[in-house]
Each structure stands twice: as structure tokens, then as C-alpha cells.
């Protein structure tokens, strides 16, 4: 396929807000996880949580979008002179020919949960204040940021699980293919909310630490809270250090509802397509981001997609250690860790890992590598058997 460039990033995590505070993050190789503090405390855990979010308000032209996660993209929006680039592509290719295609898995339920603690106690009607369309309802995220960056293009939620904001790439990459539009705001934002911790706490996946991918004692998930926003074009466009979209790969097993198929079905479909669409071999990638959640099922499967892929040679790890899996917005969290990791030369070991699990074969890396990065490959995996695969590299 003809590359597609990513001319412009922006992230929020625990981390911190900003590329150059998550270059820092994953150098210095300091947790950002500290025990749940969101919500119900019995959850317990550790979650990787956005201390910024709880003063920033949206501006008022805005305000009929306010909830926890309009404010973390909003938040989001406001760093890495994105909105300059957007204003830069707005008058090259006109506010209607740029779309807005984002992934979340829960959007603004949160409010949704605030409305149902103080319904009406007679009739059980939510307050009248609760706006779901502009809140809760999936729709809103696209919504909001097409409202705070003046576009007026084709907008899409993607909502397939972990794998959502990954998606939001391959889906622009087609609406722009297609000539719907000249360029795209990809990406996604998933907030910190109370089904979320308890909905993997009931399926017993939150683990008592901070997590640690691909440790042989692993013991689940740590949930974080993240947003992140690229904006795709067919060209550079005189942007700094552009990063290209060279391939992507989109499969679905459809294995189970929430464990992963242990044959690595669609895992290992998902990289093959991805590395057939760039027209690469394996040996050509210099490192690939896990999705690499903690769990013990997760690890293994993709462990075994790795090195069914890779063989033992190509180094991996997950950074889900330093952010917390953060659902819908994983995808674009790591392909913002993956340039980082192309610009700096830079390869980002497993957070927290004593002892690698001892039956893995892939190469998992437990400390980080200061290596030349050309190419990688980032994996997101979703409950239902959604795997989406992309190769980015240096652009040409």
C-alpha cells in the first residue's frame, strides 16, 4: 500500500501530558500506577489515573460536552501544537475535507453513572441536566472534537473493545483512499469510570500490584485512563519528523467474549496482513510494541503470535506498565510510543518484570535498548476476538 503520514501527535496518560513528558516517563522507566483511588476503593488495584483532568475545564463555547472524557481529549487537543496543525491543514485542504474518526470503549459514561445515583427517587427519572448525547452516547467523543477543532467532515466512532483507537487509523486510511476526505483526526480517549474497575474487577482480571507484562507472575490488568490524537494525510506536508503509516492488518476470531483464542489465530493473521500491506518482511521490523496487558491467557497468546511472526530475534515488550491498559485508547497511546521510539532510537523494556516468563520465546525486552528503530509493528487486542496490527516507520 502507499504510505499515509501522521503529521501531527499529541498524548495524555498517567505518564503525563505531551510527548516530551512521555519521552521522559519511559526513559527514566518510572511507574506511573499507584494504588485506586477512583471510584469504589474495595475495587482495589492500581490504575494509571490523570491528575490534570481534575481541574481542567472545558472552554465555555463548549460546555454542553462536560464529562470526564470530553475533558481528557480536550486536554489532549491542547498540547504538542496540535491544534496549530490542524489550523495549518484546515486552510490547505478546507474544514469539510477533514474527518474525525476516534475510538472509545466507554465514552462519557461516567456521567451516566453520576445521573442514576441522583434519578429521582419517586419516578426514577434521571436529572434533567444529564445530556446523553453529548456525554455518554459513543457519537460523543467525534462530536466534541469536531466542535473544538472547527471541523466539518465525515466523524465516526469506532468502539470495538482495546482495539478501538488502533482501528480509527484503518478506517481513516480508507475514508481518505476512498477520497471522502483529503486527511483525518484519528485516535480516541477512554476516562477512568466506575463499570470500567468493576466490570474487570467481576472477571477477576485487576491485578493486587501494579501490572507486569510477560513476568512469569503476572497477575492482571491495571486500568488507566488515556487520550491520544494523530492527524493523518496522504503526504508530509513539511511536518517535523513525520512518522508514515506503512501497513495494517484487521482480523477477527471471534474465539470468545472476553479470553483470547490461545492459538493465536487472529493475532498472527492480524501482523501477517499488516507486514503483506507494507510489503515487508519480518526481518525488516525493528521492534514491535505488545499489547501485552498482564494477564496471564493475553501474554501467552501473543507471546506465541510473536514468535510465530518474528521467531526469537526481533525485540518486544508492552509498556502498559508505565500507563495502565487504557481500553479504547491503547492503540493510539503506543503508536505515539512508537514514533517516540522511531525518533529517539529507542526501545522501551518491560515495566516491573523480575523474571520474564519462562515459557515464552519471543525476544522480550526487561530493560530499555538504545538501538536504531526504523519500523514497528504495534499490536491492540479486544475482548471478541478484534485484532488490529499497524506498521509505522520513519516517513521517506
Not at 510510543?337 to 529517539?344: E, N, P, Q, S
Amino acid at each position: 500500500m502507499r504510505p499515509l503520514h501522521l503529521t501531527a501527535l499529541t498524548v495524555a496518560s498517567a505518564i503525563g501530558t505531551g510527548q516530551a513528558a512521555t519521552l521522559t516517563g519511559l526513559q527514566e522507566r518510572r511507574t506511573c500506577l499507584r494504588p485506586s483511588d477512583f471510584g469504589d476503593p474495595a475495587i482495589g488495584g492500581h490504575i494509571g489515573r490523570i491528575d490534570a483532568l481534575d481541574s481542567h475545564n472545558l472552554p465555555p463555547g463548549l460546555a454542553e460536552f462536560d464529562c470526564r472524557n470530553n475533558r481528557l481529549a480536550d486536554l489532549t487537543l491542547r498540547g504538542d501544537g496540535f491544534v496549530d496543525a490542524i489550523e495549518t491543514a484546515k486552510a490547505r485542504h478546507g474544514a469539510g475535507r477533514i474527518a474525525v474518526v476516534l475510538g472509545t470503549s466507554t465514552a462519557g459514561i461516567q456521567s451516566a453513572e453520576r445521573a442514576f445515583r441522583h434519578r429521582d427517587p419517586a419516578t426514577g427519572s434521571l436529572p434533567a441536566d444529564f445530556d446523553y448525547r453529548n456525554t455518554q452516547d459513543m457519537f460523543a467523543l467525534p462530536r466534541f472534537v469536531r466542535a473544538a477543532l472547527g471541523l466539518r467532515g465525515p466523524a465516526l466512532a469506532i468502539s470495538t473493545a482495546c482495539a478501538s483507537s488502533a482501528r480509527s487509523l484503518i478506517d481513516a486510511a480508507n475514508l481518505i483512499r476512498a477520497g471522502v476526505c483529503d486527511a483525518a483526526v484519528v485516535g480516541g480517549a477512554d476516562s477512568l469510570c466506575q463499570m470500567t474497575l468493576s466490570g474487570f474487577a467481576a472477571l477477576d482480571l485487576i491485578s493486587p500490584t501494579p501490572c507486569r507484562p510477560c513476568d512469569a507472575a503476572r497477575s492482571g490488568i491495571s486500568i488507566g485512563e488515556a487520550a491520544g490524537f494523530a492527524l493523518l494525510q496522504r503526504d508530509p506536508g513539511g511536518a517535523d519528523q513525520p512518522i508514515a503509516l506503512l501497513g495494517y492488518g484487521a482480523t477477527s476470531d471471534g474465539y470468545h467474549m472476553s479470553a483470547p483464542d490461545p492459538r493465536a489465530t487472529g493475532a498472527i493473521g492480524a501482523m501477517r496482513q499488516a507486514l503483506e500491506r507494507a510489503g515487508l518482511d519480518p526481518e525488516a521490523i525493528d521492534y514491535v510494541n505488545l499489547h501485552g496487558t498482564g494477564t496471564r491467557a493475553n501474554d501467552a497468546m501473543e507471546d506465541l503470535a510473536t514468535y510465530s511472526v518474528f521467531g526469537s530475534e526481533t525485540p518486544c515488550s508492552s509498556t502498559k506498565g508505565w500507563t495502565g491498559h487504557t481500553l479504547g485508547a491503547s492503540g493510539i497511546v503506543e503508536v505515539v510510543i512508537a514514533a517516540l521510539c522511531i525518533r529517539h532510537d529507542f526501545m522501551p523494556g518491560c515495566l516491573g518484570v523480575d523474571t520474564p516468563d519462562p515459557d515464552f520465546r519471543a525476544n522480550v525486552l526487561i530493560q530499555n535498548r538504545q538501538s536504531p528503530v526504523q519500523r514497528v509493528i504495534s499490536n491492540s487486542f479486544g475482548f471478541g476476538g478484534i485484532n488490529c496490527s499497524l506498521v509505522l516507520g520513519a516517513a521517506a
